[in-house]
């Protein structure tokens, strides 16, 4: 009887990890489906994110697809930056490590929106596609 009490709660713990693979798959799933019509796409724990055109859409990742999205226009992008642990850095040079990265977008109306990442250099490598793209629509416009 004292082994089936030693191995309870690994058992426990098995159903909890499988659970949360299970979750995480399903979130996946669902996000897959919501970024089929997108020109670029991510996925992480923090934000999912769908670029098509010149517009943005970002969310929270759920079973469900995902929620809470958000849009923006890069027309009304006036400055954008790349954040580590609230800082502005380099995407050319981005620092190996951080605990926080994101992408902050000055807007026309005065906002200011960030978009989270869980990796820096994923973040850098997005911070300049869509900065050529931003710089591509000014100079249009000019």
Partial sequence: MERGLIWLPLL????????????????????????????RAKYDIYAVLAQQGNQLTWGLPSRQGPVGLQSLDLT????????????????????GKGRKAALAFSLEDN???????????LAAKWFQVLEKDWQQLVSKDT
């Fill in 12 to 39: 426990a713990l098995f159903v909890g990890l499988a659970w949360a693979g299970w979750n995480e798959y399903q979130k996946v799933q669902a996000y897959r489906r919501w970024s089929q019509s997108a020109d």
């Fill in 76 to 95: 009304q992008v006036r400055s954008m930056q790349l954040l580590v642990d609230g800082k502005s850095v380099s995407a050319e040079k981005p620092p």
């Fill in 111 to 121: 906002r200011t929106v960030e978009i989270p990442f869980t990796e820096v250099k």
